[in-house]
């Protein structure tokens, strides 16, 4: 098992930038693939990016293409989530999520959230 701890969440003005931080422990974090979700007011979870375990390939949706970026840093168990040109629809709940691979998600370890709220 790997418990997941995400932090960097806060309130941000629209056009800005935030970074958040997955910290992984438990089952070593480069055995999985892994994920950034989140779930606004309202609206259901929704994929925003997604990493294997070795870092070559990512998939991002597309409403955040191009703004955000994900990163792996297995030395340190921990993953990133680099966040610019904000918009007000990104504010959410942020989950890291880590599965066996890209497609697993669902039945994978999650974390608690944390949150981002971008202002107008």
């Known amino acids: 098992q790997v418990q997941l701890v995400e932090s960097g969440g806060g309130l941000v003005q629209s056009g800005g930038s935030l970074r958040l931080s997955c910290t992984a422990s438990?089952?070593?974090?480069?055995?999985?693939?892994m994920g950034w979700f989140r779930q606004g007011p309202g609206k259901e979870r929704e994929f925003v990016v997604a990493m294997s375990r070795n870092g070559y390939i990512t998939s991002y949706a597309d409403s955040v293409k191009g703004r955000f970026t994900i990163s792996r840093d297995n030395s340190k168990n921990t993953l990133y989530l680099e966040m610019n040109s904000l918009k007000p629809e990104d504010t959410a709940v942020y989950y890291c999520a880590a599965a066996d691979n890209m497609g697993a998600f669902d039945h994978g370890y999650w974390g608690q959230g944390t949150q981002v709220t971008v202002s107008s």
């Open positions: 438990g089952r070593t974090f480069s055995s999985y693939a």
